[in-house]
């Protein structure tokens, strides 16, 4: 939020659902200054009751003279009507400042989820040199170097939620926080997916109150259970990611195992990849990132390499699915 003279009032973000909008935020730090100011905004200002109240409201009684606008909010409740408010009482709104696209990558996860109602997910591994992400027994610590799990837990601190299949809890037992020197942030949420297999009643995750999708009713020793469809006994990969996305979860980062990731990524749920590929070889047939077989290369998808970088001797590739 900007002065007619230029000087900055006030900025905001959004931090969480259910936090004050960034709009709120900068006019509740510009105070009485807000008036005749210029407001810049990345996402259209919303005009309905959500979990907060709407921010065209808190603009005009401000008294914002003028609101430039990166990209119209695909939210049904909103998509324009926002900015029919403002014009509407007098307020000058620019929207044609910077390319839609452009807007939207600020915040990718926001915009597919309005658009579709799916999380964005990120398959997160780490493999040897000759693709195995763990031995045949099972141990997978560690595959990679102490900078590249490092690393692992900054894209962690990204997430609003971190999966998992059942098989990783029996065999990893993880607790899936953000584990990093001097980290105050918000902590991801843990989520299981379940088959009909044992979740162990003494897993470390049962600590942290963990989100466990399942296709049927079982007993859980904390968290929530969320039943959605499944097929022969494991959930359906889009009704689950679908009902994590639900609970306010679009940034989602998908840590395997391997059936869980395979059966994830042949349903097209899986957007993108980060791949840390370890300075060692297994030397023979270990687990492969993705469970499942790989039959006929015309199956091979496509994926665009964004970014390659080394960590201390391994590797960090990252993807998009181009499809
Ligand atoms: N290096 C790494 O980055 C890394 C990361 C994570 C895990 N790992 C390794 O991966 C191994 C575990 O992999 P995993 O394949 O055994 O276990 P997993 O993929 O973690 O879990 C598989 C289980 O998840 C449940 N599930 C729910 N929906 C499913 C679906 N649509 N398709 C398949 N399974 C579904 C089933 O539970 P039920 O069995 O209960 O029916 C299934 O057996 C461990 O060795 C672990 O160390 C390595």
Known sequence: MVSPSGDVLGEGSHE????????????????????????????????????????????????????????????????????VSLRQSGVEVIDDLMPVEEAETVDPAYFRHRRTG????????????????????????WVSSEAAREDSHRLRAEMDAIVVGAGTVRSDDPRLTVRLEGYEGPQPVPVVVAGEGDLPEEA??????????????????????????????????????????DRGHLDVL??????????????????????????KLGGGRGISPLGGVFSRIEEATEVEITSVRSLDGDYRVEFERII
Do not use: F
């Open 16 to 83: 969480a659902v259910g936090k004050p909008h960034a709009e709120v935020v900068a006019l509740e730090q510009a105070g009485p200054a807000a008036a005749g100011s210029t407001l810049y905004v990345t996402l259209e200002p919303c005009t309905h009751h959500g979990n907060t109240p709407p921010c065209v409201d808190a603009i005009i009684a401000a008294g914002v003279a003028r609101v430039v606008i990166g990209a119209e909010d695909p939210d049904v409740r909103v998509s324009g009507a926002g900015m």
């Open 118 to 141: 799916m999380p964005t997910i990120t398959l997160k591994y780490a493999m040897t040199l000759d693709g195995s992400i763990a031995a045949v027994d099972g141990s997978a610590r």
């Open 204 to 245: 470390a995750i049962w600590e942290r109150s963990p989100l466990v999708i399942a296709s049927s009713s079982r007993p859980i020793p904390t968290g929530s259970l969320v039943v959605v469809e499944g097929v022969g006994g494991l959930p359906d990969p889009g009704a689950a990611a679908r009902a994590i996305a």
């Open 254 to 279: 998908l840590e395997g195992g391997s059936d869980l990731a395979g059966a994830w990524w042949r349903e097209g749920v899986v957007n993108r990849g980060v791949i840390y590929l370890a300075a």
